[in-house]
C-alpha cells in the first residue's frame, strides 16, 4: 500500500476531521474566525490526525473519541505554526500569506493563543489523567523548545547534539505524543503505548531532518519559497551544522563565517551547503531514525495499520517534498 | 479584620505559593530561566491565590492541593499579562521594565506560552474532569476576550455591553474561577461552588472597573504610570464612554473625538473625563457588582473565611491604589 493509497483510504476520516477542526475554532469574533480559517484553509497534510487514527487501532478502536484527539493535536501543530511565523518574520507558507503577514503579530499571537485553548478544550473532554499529562508535558517541551530555537539563531557553534534536542521539540515530539494519545484514548495496552510513541519519535526525528535537507535541495517550486530560506532566516541545520565542521569546503566556510560575511555571500554560502558531505550525512542520519522507527513496530501486533505505518516510514526518508 | 490582617494572616500560605510558582517556571533554558523570574519578581497583589485558598475552606481544606491549584491559576494571569503588554506596547509594569522591553516580543510571546504550558501541568495533577473544562473554557474566552481587545481599540462607537463583556474575559472570568476551582478541589457542594462562582465573578467585574476608574482618578505615583494611560493606548474605558455619551462636556468631547484631533488634545480629554460624571456613573456601577458578590456570600455557611471575602468585597470598590 503506497502513502496515497493510505491518504485515499483514509479521506472520509480526515474529511470528518476537518469539521471537527472548523467547528472546533469557529466563533463570532470577526477577526478570530477569519484568521482561524485562513489557517484552516492554507491546509497541511494532516500526517497528525493520521497518526492518531493508524495509532488507535492498536487498541479499541473509537473513532468518534479519536477524531477529537486527531483535531486537538492537528490544532496544536497550527497553533505553534502561527506563533513560529512570528519568530520568523515568515510572509508565505504552503504558498500563502501568514496570520502575521495578513493582519499583524498581535492577531498572530492572540490566534494562536485561541487555537491553543480550543485544543485544550478538546482533550479536556476526556477523563484518562495520563491523557491530560502527556499532552501538558509535551506543551512545556515545546515551548522550551521555542525558546531555544531564538537562542540558537544564528549560532554557528550550536552542537549536533543542541540540533537533535531542538527538533524533538520542535517536531518529533508531536507526532510522537500523536500516536501515543491515539494508542491511550483507544486503551491500548500499556506496552503498546510506549512502543507507537517510540515509532512516533522516530518518525519524527527523520521527518524533520529530511525538511531540513529539503530546504537546501528542494526548488522554489517544490518548496513553495527561495532554496536555503531555513539559513537566510538564521535557523543552522544539520546539513549547514556538519558542512562548516566536516565538509571539505569547510576551511573557506569558515572564513566568510567569521569574517562576518554569511550574510553578502548567502548565495555562495547555501550552494557550498548543498554539493556538500552534510546533506548525505544527515540522509544518512535520517535513515537510521526511520531504522529505529521501523523497530518499533516489528514488536506491534502484525496489523495492517502496522503495514501503513511502515508505509509511512518508508515515504518519510525517500520523499522529494 | 482589615485586608492587611488577611494578607498577615495568609502570609505563611503565600510564601509557600511563590515557592510553588518559582519551582513551576524554573528550568535550565536560561533566556526562559531570566525572564520568568523577571515577571515573578515583579511580584503583584496574588490576589487569585487567595481566592483559592480561602475558597477551599468551604469544602475539605487541603492545602497541598489548593497551592497548585493557586499557583495554576496565578501562572495564567502572568502568562496573559505577558502577552498583553506586547499588545499594548507597554514597556513597563507596575514600575518595572516588561519582559518585552527587557528582551523583545518574540521572546515575550514565548515566556507567555512557556509559563502557559506549566500552568496546565499543575492542573492536568487533578482527576476532576470538571476542574479541567472549567479551566479549558476559561481559557478560550480570555483569549477571545484578547481578540476582543484589538477590535475595540480606539473604537468610541462600542457600547457600554462591548465593554462590560471585554472586562469579563479579561478580569472577572480569571477570578470567578478561581473560587471555583478552590471548591471544586476541596469536594465543596454543587450549590457552593456555584455561588463562589458568582462571588468570584461578580468582584472580579468590580475590581476591573476600579481599575479602569483609578487609571482616571490616580496620581502618577499611586498608578506607577501617568493617569489616562489606558486611552492613551486606546483602550476606552467604562468613564471615557460614559463621558462621551452623556456627560454635560459630551459635544465637546464628540467634536474632538469626531475631527480626529483626540491625540493632539489627550490631556484636555483625559481631564474632561476625570472631572465628568463618568467617573461616578463607573463608581456606582462598580458598587452595585460589589452588592451582587455580597449577597452570594450571604448564602454561603458562616464560616471565618466568608467575612474574610466579605472585607475584600468592601476593600475593592473602596481601593485608591
Known amino acids: 500500500m503506497k502513502l496515497l493509497d493510505i491518504y485515499a483510504k483514509m479521506k472520509g476520516d480526515i474529511k470528518e476531521i476537518e469539521k471537527e477542526l472548523s467547528q472546533a475554532v469557529s466563533t463570532d469574533q470577526i477577526i478570530l474566525n477569519e484568521s482561524s480559517s485562513h489557517l484552516l484553509k492554507a491546509g497541511g497534510k494532516r500526517i497528525r490526525p493520521i497518526f492518531v487514527l493508524l495509532s488507535g487501532h492498536f487498541g479499541n478502536y473509537q473513532f468518534e473519541k479519536l477524531k477529537k484527539v486527531a483535531a486537538a493535536l492537528e490544532l496544536i501543530h497550527m497553533a505553534s505554526l502561527v506563533h513560529d511565523d512570528v519568530i520568523d518574520d515568515a510572509d508565505k507558507r504552503r504558498g500563502k500569506p501568514t496570520v502575521k503577514a495578513q493582519w499583524d503579530n498581535k492577531v498572530a499571537m492572540y490566534t494562536g493563543d485561541y487555537i491553543f485553548a480550543q485544543a485544550?478544550?478538546?482533550i479536556t473532554q476526556f477523563e484518562d489523567p495520563e491523557i491530560h499529562q502527556t499532552f501538558s508535558k509535551a506543551l512545556?517541551?515545546?515551548?522550551v523548545g521555542e525558546i531555544e530555537q531564538i537562542?540558537?539563531?544564528?549560532?554557528?557553534?550550536?552542537s549536533f547534539k543542541q540540533y537533535l534536542r531542538r527538533i524533538k521539540r520542535k517536531t518529533a515530539l508531536l507526532i510522537a505524543i500523536s500516536c501515543k494519545l491515539g494508542a491511550l484514548a483507544s486503551n491500548a495496552e500499556e506496552k503498546i503505548v510506549r512502543r507507537l510513541y517510540q515509532y512516533g519519535y522516530n518518525v519524527g526525528m527523520a521527518f524533520q531532518i529530511v525538511d531540513d535537507i529539503l530546504d537546501f535541495t528542494g526548488t522554489t517550486e517544490q518548496l513553495g519559497k527561495p532554496a536555503g530560506s531555513d539559513l537566510r532566516q538564521g535557523n543552522i541545520t544539520l546539513p549547514a551544522l556538519y558542512a562548516l565542521?566536516?565538509?571539505?569546503?569547510?576551511?573557506?566556510?569558515?572564513?566568510?563565517v567569521?569574517?562576518?560575511?554569511?550574510?553578502?555571500?548567502m548565495d555562495e554560502v547555501i550552494d557550498l551547503i548543498r554539493k556538500s558531505e552534510g546533506i548525505k550525512y544527515a540522509q544518512k542520519l535520517a535513515e537510521?531514525?526511520?531504522?529505529?522507527?521501523?523497530?518499533?513496530?516489528?514488536?506491534l501486533p502484525n496489523i495492517r495499520e502496522r503495514k501503513m505505518l511502515l508505509e509511512?516510514?518508508?515515504?518519510?526518508?525517500d520523499r522529494t517534498y
Open 258 to 265: 567569521h569574517n562576518g560575511e554569511l550574510e553578502k555571500r
Open 288 to 299: 537510521r531514525y526511520i531504522e529505529k522507527s521501523k523497530k518499533a513496530l516489528l514488536e
Open 151 to 158: 537562542r540558537d539563531f544564528n549560532n554557528w557553534n550550536q
Open 245 to 256: 565542521h566536516y565538509s571539505k569546503d569547510r576551511e573557506r566556510l569558515q572564513k566568510i
Open 120 to 122: 485544550l478544550m478538546l
Open 312 to 317: 509511512i516510514s518508508d515515504f518519510i526518508v
Open 140 to 143: 512545556v517541551q515545546m515551548s
